[in-house]
């Protein structure tokens, strides 16, 4: 399965929110990298059809999919970043409610809900209302709710926004679980949400895409580019305003700092491994300069 994106935009009157992307999508899981308003929901959206581009195509196996519409949205499942839940619904009957708005057979919607509540930790809350549930609880009843149909296209918007840490190691565990044999595009603005389950990065700003590749060749291409460096106390601050620093820790003997730059930033730093987010970090340094 290919899913492909060529020269898609989308304009919102005078503001680009989705600018000439191209990529090509196949079975994986893509971390979709990108601050508040770099164009990653607005993306989202024109891959699942619901909204229209303002230009460009996408195909799925070479087909458009404007023109395949309810046999493409069979193969999707998505859960946006802010999924709307009926408080007063219990797990089970909100599953049975959008299994059948998914248009699936009553009995083996039943059989699936059964296997995705126990998939997702939530087979003992099944009679409880959605209004009592953690924001963890609501994330994997959301990706219960995307996974009902078995699709092959898996689309999720900041799926761990608002959950503690142990939540989404949770949630991102599961992800990877039912990746297999999928196409699973991940948008997030937290690294680590993405660092070990990726086998693609995107990273978009502005409504570009203006990275993209293996963790591991993104990671070779940051070698000689980031540093650690022990500076003053009184000295910090004005390190900070000069260069991209990506950490900061208070030693006995003056601050240690991690900076990306192109060149060694004072006598003495030393090169360290880069890591996923040195590697935003880096790129937003470079546009800024632009």
Not at 11 to 19: C, M, N
Not at 83 to 107: I, R
Not at 148 to 173: C, M, Q, S, W, Y
Request: glycine share 8%; net charge neutral; aromatic share 8%.
């Amino acid at each position: 399965m290919e899913l492909k994106l060529q020269h898609v935009t989308k304009r919102y009157g005078t503001k680009t929110a989705v600018d000439d992307i191209n990529m090509t999508l196949r079975e994986g899981i893509y971390g979709l990298l990108g601050a508040n308003g770099a164009g990653k929901t607005s993306l989202m959206r024109l891959i699942c059809l619901i909204q229209n581009r303002s230009g460009g195509e996408i195909t799925l196996d070479g087909k458009e999919i404007m023109e395949l519409k309810e046999e493409y949205r069979s193969f999707l499942g998505y859960l946006p970043q802010n999924f709307g839940y009926y408080p007063e619904f219990t797990a089970q009957k909100f599953l049975l409610y959008m299994s059948a708005l998914k248009g699936l057979n009553k009995h083996a919607a039943k059989r699936r809900i059964e296997e995705l509540l126990d998939v997702t930790s939530l087979e003992g809350d099944r009679n409880k209302k959605i209004k009592t549930f953690s924001g963890g609880m609501k994330r994997r009843l959301g990706i219960a709710q995307a996974m009902l149909n078995n699709p092959k296209i898996l689309i999720l918007d900041e799926p761990t926004a608002g959950l503690d840490p142990k939540e989404r190691v949770h949630f991102r565990n599961l992800i990877s679980s039912f990746s297999k044999d999928k196409i699973v595009l991940l948008s997030t603005h937290i690294v680590s949400d993405i660092e070990y389950i990726a086998d693609e990065i995107l990273v978009m700003r502005e409504g570009k895409l203006i990275r993209n590749g293996e963790p591991g060749r993104l990671l070779a291409d940051l070698r000689g580019k980031v540093w650690e460096c022990l500076v003053p106390f009184e000295e910090a601050a004005e390190m900070e305003r000069r260069f991209t620093v990506g950490n900061l820790k208070n030693e006995e003997n003056g601050c240690l700092l991690r900076i990306v730059s192109e060149t060694c930033p004072v006598n003495g730093a030393k090169e360290v491994t880069p890591s996923l987010e040195d590697i935003y970090l880096y790129d937003f340094q470079r546009e800024e300069e632009k």
